[in-house]
C-alpha cells in the first residue's frame, strides 16, 4: 500500500494508533478483495467534474474538498495506475493487487484546474473523455437545463405549452426537483429535440449560460502534461439511437480532432451515457475496434479480469463521501467481474 500522499485534509493524526487501526484492517482488506484472492482485477472510476465549491444544484458532483479526500483514500487504500498500464498488467499478469484507474468524461474545464493538480500532487494518473463537439465554448444540454433553472426569477416555470407541464422554482430543493424531472424526462428523446427544449428553456430564463468546456489549446496541454485523452464522441449522442454511418462519423470525426490536438494516436474510448444494450451495442464496439481503439469502457458497474470484453469494460463512481463507505464500497465492486 502507499503511504499517505503529502495533502492529509482527511488524515488522522499522526502517530495516533487508534486511528491507524481501522485503516490498516481496511488496507489488509482492500488488499486481499481488490486482488480478487488471488484473480487480477482493475477497477475504473469515472466522474464528470470537480466542482470549485459545493453546488446545491448538482449533489452528485465532488467539490475540491471532497474530491482530495477521495484521492488520499485512492493513494491509501489502492494503487492508482494509468488505464494504459492497468489494462498492460492485467495482461501479462503483474497487475498489483488494489490497482484503480481514475477516469473524467465529457470534457469540463475544471478536470485540468482542479482536478489534475489533486491528482498530480497524490501521483494519480487521469484518463479525460473528451467530447470535441463542445471544445471551445460549447455547453451539453444538461448544463444548459441545469444553469437555466438555476437563474429563473421564484414562481412558476411554465411548460405546459411543450407537453412538460409546471414546476415551482422558488429554493434549491424546487430547483433540484425540476431539473431530476426534466433531465429524466429528455434524455433519451432524439438528440435534436433535446437541444430545441434545452435552447427554449434558457431563452425563457434569459440568462446567457458561460461554457463550463475545456479549450482546444486546454486539450494539447493536458495531454503534453501526462494525461490520457480518450474518445467520446463528437456530440455525445446515445450511439444507439443513430443510424450506423453517423455513429461511425461521431466516433471517426472525434477521433481524429482529438489526435489533431494531442499529436498522438488516441488509445482508449467511452461510450456517451454508457449503458451496454441500451446506449451502445455490439454494433459499436466492432466499429470503435476497427476506428483503432484498442479498449473501451462503459458505465455498467464491476471490474475487470482477464476475461473482460476489452470493448465494454466496467466503470463505477463511489459516491460515499465518508472514508469507510467509500473504501468498501469500492472493494465490493471488485466481485463483479464482468
Ligand atoms: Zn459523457
Same mark, same amino acid.
Given at each position: 500500500?502507499?503511504?499517505?500522499?503529502?495533502?492529509?485534509e482527511?488524515?488522522?493524526?499522526r502517530?495516533?494508533?487508534?486511528?491507524?487501526?481501522?485503516?490498516?484492517?481496511?488496507?489488509?482488506?482492500?488488499?486481499?478483495?481488490?486482488?480478487?484472492?488471488?484473480?487480477?482485477?482493475?477497477?475504473?472510476l469515472?466522474?464528470?467534474?470537480?466542482?470549485?465549491?459545493?453546488?446545491?444544484?448538482?449533489?452528485?458532483?465532488?467539490?475540491?474538498?471532497?474530491?482530495?479526500?477521495?484521492?488520499?483514500?485512492l493513494? !491509501?487504500?489502492?494503487?492508482?495506475v494509468?488505464?494504459?498500464?492497468?489494462?498492460?498488467?492485467?495482461?501479462?499478469?503483474?497487475?498489483?493487487?488494489?490497482?484503480?484507474?481514475? !477516469?473524467?468524461?465529457?470534457?469540463?474545464?475544471?478536470?485540468?484546474?482542479?482536478?489534475?493538480?489533486?491528482?498530480?500532487?497524490?501521483?494519480?494518473?487521469?484518463?479525460?473523455?473528451?467530447?470535441?463537439?463542445?471544445l471551445?465554448?460549447?455547453?451539453?444540454?444538461?448544463?444548459?437545463?441545469?444553469?437555466?433553472?438555476?437563474?429563473?426569477?421564484p414562481?412558476?416555470?411554465d411548460l405546459?405549452?411543450?407537453g412538460?407541464?409546471?414546476?415551482?422554482?422558488?429554493?434549491?430543493?424546487t430547483?433540484?426537483?425540476?431539473?431530476?424531472?426534466?433531465?429524466?424526462?429528455?434524455?433519451?428523446?432524439?438528440?435534436?429535440?433535446?437541444?430545441?427544449?434545452?435552447?427554449?428553456?434558457a431563452?425563457?430564463?434569459?440568462?446567457?449560460?458561460?461554457?463550463?468546456?475545456?479549450?482546444?489549446?486546454?486539450?494539447?496541454?493536458?495531454?503534453?502534461?501526462?494525461?490520457?485523452?480518450?474518445?467520446?464522441?463528437?456530440?455525445?449522442?446515445?450511439?444507439?439511437?443513430?443510424?450506423?454511418? !453517423?455513429?461511425?462519423?461521431?466516433?471517426?470525426?472525434?477521433?481524429?480532432?482529438?489526435?489533431?490536438?494531442t499529436?498522438?494516436?488516441?488509445?482508449?474510448f467511452?461510450?456517451?451515457?454508457?449503458l451496454?444494450?441500451?446506449?451502445?451495442?455490439e454494433?459499436?464496439?466492432?466499429?470503435?475496434k476497427r476506428l483503432?481503439?484498442?479498449?473501451?469502457?462503459s458505465?455498467?458497474?464491476?471490474?475487470?479480469? !482477464?476475461?473482460?470484453?476489452?470493448?465494454c469494460?466496467?466503470?463505477?463512481?463511489?459516491?460515499?463521501?465518508?472514508?469507510?463507505?467509500?473504501?468498501?464500497?469500492?472493494?465490493?465492486?471488485?466481485?463483479?467481474?464482468?
Open positions: 500500500m502507499r503511504q499517505l500522499s503529502a495533502s492529509r482527511a488524515s488522522p493524526p502517530g495516533s494508533i487508534r486511528a491507524r487501526s481501522p485503516r490498516r484492517l481496511l488496507a489488509a482488506a482492500g488488499a486481499r478483495v481488490a486482488s480478487g484472492f488471488g484473480a487480477p482485477r482493475l477497477s475504473v469515472f466522474f464528470h467534474r470537480v466542482l470549485r465549491q459545493p453546488d446545491p444544484l448538482r449533489p452528485d458532483e465532488p467539490d475540491a474538498e471532497q474530491f482530495a479526500r477521495i484521492a488520499d483514500w493513494a !491509501t487504500y489502492f494503487r492508482p494509468s488505464l494504459s498500464e492497468g489494462l498492460e498488467r492485467l495482461d501479462n499478469g503483474t497487475l498489483p493487487s488494489g490497482a484503480v484507474c481514475v !477516469t473524467f468524461d465529457d470534457g469540463y474545464e475544471d478536470n485540468l484546474s482542479v482536478a489534475a493538480p489533486i491528482c498530480r500532487a497524490r501521483d494519480i494518473p487521469l484518463t479525460l473523455f473528451v467530447a470535441s463537439g463542445y471551445d465554448g460549447g455547453i451539453m444540454w444538461n448544463d444548459l437545463v441545469i444553469e437555466s433553472i438555476r437563474h429563473l426569477t414562481g412558476v416555470l405546459g405549452d411543450l412538460y407541464g409546471r414546476h415551482q422554482v422558488e429554493d434549491d430543493a430547483r433540484l426537483a425540476a431539473i431530476g424531472s426534466l433531465l429524466g424526462q429528455w434524455k433519451y428523446l432524439p438528440m435534436q429535440r433535446r437541444s430545441e427544449l434545452a435552447e427554449t428553456l431563452a425563457r430564463s434569459g440568462h446567457s449560460v458561460a461554457s463550463p468546456m475545456l479549450a482546444r489549446n486546454q486539450v494539447s496541454q493536458l495531454a503534453n502534461d501526462g494525461i490520457e485523452i480518450g474518445g467520446h464522441t463528437v456530440s455525445h449522442p446515445i450511439l444507439a439511437q443513430m443510424d450506423a454511418a !453517423t455513429a461511425r462519423q461521431e466516433i471517426a470525426d472525434n477521433k481524429d480532432a482529438l489526435e489533431g490536438l499529436g498522438r494516436p488516441l488509445k482508449f467511452a461510450y456517451p451515457n454508457g451496454p444494450q441500451k446506449d451502445f451495442n454494433e459499436h464496439e466492432s466499429l470503435v483503432g481503439y484498442q479498449a473501451a469502457l458505465t455498467e458497474s464491476g471490474v475487470s479480469s !482477464t476475461q473482460t470484453n476489452r470493448y469494460l466496467p466503470r463505477f463512481t463511489p459516491w460515499d463521501r465518508s472514508e469507510h463507505r467509500f473504501v468498501l464500497r469500492t472493494l465490493l465492486n471488485t466481485r463483479h467481474a464482468r
